[in-house]
């Protein structure tokens, strides 16, 4: 017999009026997802009887997601996107042409405000892990954590060449792969350098230029689509 949390308890009364008897998939966040069947609903507290363990959802691909600090609507949209399309980590990243400016006082309330909105979009998509969210880094540690990633994807306007379908060709079993997506005003040529000395690889996404938000959703569905769970 498991309960709810009280917050979760409250949105299964009020918004989805889970009633006694009803089937349901519970999970932990860290991977575990059970079948459940609701035992007591009321008076803020739901409880639930397991039934089974359900096969987890999550993508072999496990995707870290270096999104350029865009403007905060833009980067709460990302944040839903990325968890509905099984990204494993989002580290919003301070880069030179970056409008939005955090600051120091803000970064807490904010990462915990993008957080509540994947975990929301997690529980929409039936996902059994959470959007691991770090707190806003610099440009300096978004390219030391690059360099821990097995592949470094980099969208980026001024690739002339480099196609993400050549790429997965060359590396089939690449598991752990970086994105980095620039904010509105793109890369700069030295940021662009200085993310390929750290083995982010330049690629194209076709002759149109996108938004970055577009830019974010487009290049998380190709990689699930070739090295994740979408094929």
């Known amino acids: 017999m498991v309960s709810l949390p009280p917050e979760e308890a409250r949105h299964a009364l009020t918004v989805l009026r889970i009633r006694v008897g009803e089937r349901v998939r519970l999970s932990d966040g860290q991977g575990g997802q059970w079948l459940a069947q609701?035992?007591?609903a009321g008076e803020g507290q739901v409880s639930c009887q397991l039934l089974d363990d359900?096969?987890?959802?999550?993508?072999?691909?496990?995707?870290?997601?270096?999104?350029?600090?865009?403007?905060?609507?833009?980067?709460e949209l990302i944040a839903q996107k990325a968890a509905e399309l099984g990204v494993w980590r989002l580290c919003p990243v301070a880069?030179?042409?970056?409008?939005?400016?955090?600051?120091?006082?803000?970064?807490?309330?904010?990462?915990?405000?993008l957080r509540r909105i994947s975990q929301e979009a997690l529980k929409q998509c039936g996902r059994s892990m959470a959007l691991c969210i770090e707190p806003l880094m610099s440009w300096k540690q978004a390219l030391e954590d690059m360099e821990a990633r097995q592949l470094v994807l980099m969208p980026w306007e001024e690739a002339k060449?480099?196609?993400?379908?050549?790429?997965?060709?060359?590396q089939p079993d690449a598991r752990d792969i970086g994105i980095l997506i620039g904010p509105e005003g793109g890369i700069s040529q030295e940021e662009a350098r200085q993310a390929s000395a750290a083995g982010a690889l330049p690629i194209t996404l076709g002759p149109r230029i996108l938004r970055c938000e577009t830019a974010t959703i487009v290049s998380c569905a190709m990689v699930q689509q070739l090295w994740g769970d979408m094929s």
Request: glycine share 4%.
């Open 38 to 40: 609701v035992t007591y």
């Open 54 to 75: 359900l096969a987890a959802c999550e993508s072999p691909a496990r995707i870290t997601l270096y999104q350029g600090l865009p403007k905060a609507d833009k980067l």
């Open 95 to 113: 880069m030179q042409r970056s409008v939005a400016r955090w600051q120091p006082k803000e970064i807490e309330r904010k990462t915990e405000r």
């Open 161 to 170: 060449d480099g196609r993400m379908l050549a790429l997965h060709r060359a």
